[in-house]
């Protein structure tokens, strides 16, 4: 993918997920072991498709650990990525990798990191993107890429339109304009989308993956939660976001091969196993980045994103870095997965993921 960091383009008021300690039942809680002795505060910026599960994962972690503060600002990917460069946070969150070029040394000198060292990308939250729509007495919809390109592109602005009729000759399509909303900030989730979009209907988005939309048109709304209230409260709109915050809203299926596929975490971690992993020079040797297939056939959901945690290889303060190793650690286990998949509905590391996870974790210096 071709990526580049970029500052919000609109900002918005950070909402801080942090959860206050309690041991009330003096005993052991989800995150780690109790009485680890760790103290201090860790600081993450990010991606805002994972905010309920770092609202659960911070909760439990802090019961845990309760002279650890751990707060998450769910601003952005695009925002984590730059706090964590410019030294702003400990570690980020994104729903696209940093490239070799952003972990690079000299990229990172004003962060967090030790001199001279390098950063990781780790997957820890495996979602998919739900398109999202809210058009009156249209429940169900089918959608193929190509379709799908046109609506967010512009080149088609009804509801009725034979493209989409087509595909959905059991709906009540109404003669309506379309209004395809998409994300005003730097986005991971944005990245994603676009890059599914060129990936499978090239001829159509000719634009190459990018976490800022590309072309003029449709709304702009900030965040995963104005995305979600843009399309709830407009009248035929449309837009995307993780699927864990589609909440009651229509979401399509998108057509894989000759069949349309709901999305569902089991088919988006589908499509993660049948994905190699990024082989990049100069990237850390403790990076675990993936290069999704888009056009993997099959019970698959292509439109899928990966969310990292970004890590330092080695940090400057020895205190931060047992914080972070001690946190991520926690995220990446099978308790910490299986605590997002219920608070989230997330697709929960495989196996060799998560060791692989694991074993860049302990490297953490």
Known sequence: MKMRVAAAAVASAALLLSACAANESGGEAPGGDSGSGLTGTLTGVGASSMASAQEVWVANFQTTNPDVTVNYSPDGSGAGREAFAGGGADFAGSDRAMTAEEVAPEALAGSRCAEGSTAMNLPVYISPIAIIFNVEGVDELQLDAETLAKIFKGD??????????????????????????????????????????????????????????????????????GMVDTVTNGTGTIGYAD???????????????????????????????????????????????????????????????????????????????????????????????????????????????????????????
């Open 243 to 365: 699927a864990s915050r589609a909440g009651e809203l229509g979401v399509a299926k998108i057509k894989v091969g000759d069949d349309y596929v709901e999305y569902s975490p089991e088919a988006a971690a589908a499509i993660v196993e049948e994905s190699p992993k990024v082989e990049e020079a100069g990237l850390s040797p403790n990076d675990q980045s993936i290069e999704l297939d888009r056009l993997a056939e099959g019970d698959v959901y292509p439109i899928v994103l990966v969310s990292y945690a970004i890590a330092c290889d080695s940090y400057a303060d020895p205190n931060t870095a047992a914080l972070v190793k001690s946190y991520l650690g926690y995220i990446a286990s099978d308790e910490g997965q299986q605590a997002a998949v219920e608070a989230a509905g997330i697709a929960p590391l495989s196996a060799a993921v998560s060791e692989a996870v694991a074993g860049s974790i302990a490297a953490i210096q």
């Open 156 to 225: 088609i602005t009804n509801w009725n339109d034979p493209a989409i009729a087509d595909q959905n000759p059991d709906a009540e399509l109404p003669d309506l304009q379309i209004t395809a909303v998409h994300r005003a900030d730097d986005s991971g989730t944005t990245e994603n989308f676009t890059d599914y979009l060129h990936v499978a209907a090239p001829e159509v988005w000719d634009a190459e993956a990018d976490g800022e939309w590309p072309y003029e048109g449709g709304e702009a709304a900030p965040q995963t939660s």
